[in-house]
């Protein structure tokens, strides 16, 4: 697609039917989206990979046991910095997404949420200690985003195809 057909298609990738219009496990891939969504997004899977990175980083550390308390506070410490830059680079893409785009995000914070106040509170009240109460907690709200994010996607997709088809059934 030429640079024009993409601006005349307001910055979207033409997603054919049978072609682009699904992606990895249904969702829609990256050429239906606006360009300037494509880079937020890009951005802010950098930093969450950062900040990842860095806390691994951290637990790897700790767990050699050959460092100091201060020493291992402060790599964790430092691991907020990705951390803060993953929040305000995800803020921005909220804030300059299409309304349909910043609706499936919205919706899918809302499930993962849900999920992991649900599993904190439960494990609070079960008093499940230490890194088993943090995956605790994680998972499910990692999962329930996913999951979200994974049906908003193929939601779309089925009507961008019905609307592909009833489009043809027209002409």
Avoid: H
Avoid at 41 to 62: D, F, G, H, M, P
């Amino acid at each position: 697609m030429t640079d024009v057909e993409r601006s005349e298609n307001g910055g979207r990738s033409r997603a054919g039917r049978g072609g682009n219009v699904l992606g990895y496990l249904g969702t829609l891939n990256e050429n239906s989206m606006r360009d300037q969504d494509r880079s937020n997004e890009r951005q802010v899977v950098i930093y969450v990979c950062l900040w990842t990175l860095t806390l691994v980083s951290t637990a790897v550390i700790k767990g050699l046991g050959q460092f100091q308390q201060p020493i291992i506070a402060f790599i964790f410490l430092l691991s907020l910095i990705p951390a803060a830059l993953a929040v305000k680079s995800y803020l921005k893409m909220l804030r300059e997404a299409d309304e349909m785009f910043r609706t499936r995000q919205l919706e899918a914070l809302a499930v993962g949420f849900g999920a992991g106040f649900i599993s904190g509170t439960t494990v609070i009240f079960l008093e499940i200690p230490g890194a088993l109460g943090a995956i605790a907690i994680v998972a499910p709200m990692t999962l329930g985003f996913f999951a979200r994010m994974v049906l908003a996607g193929r939601e779309a997709a089925r009507d961008a195809s019905a609307a592909i088809d009833a489009n043809e059934e027209m002409q």
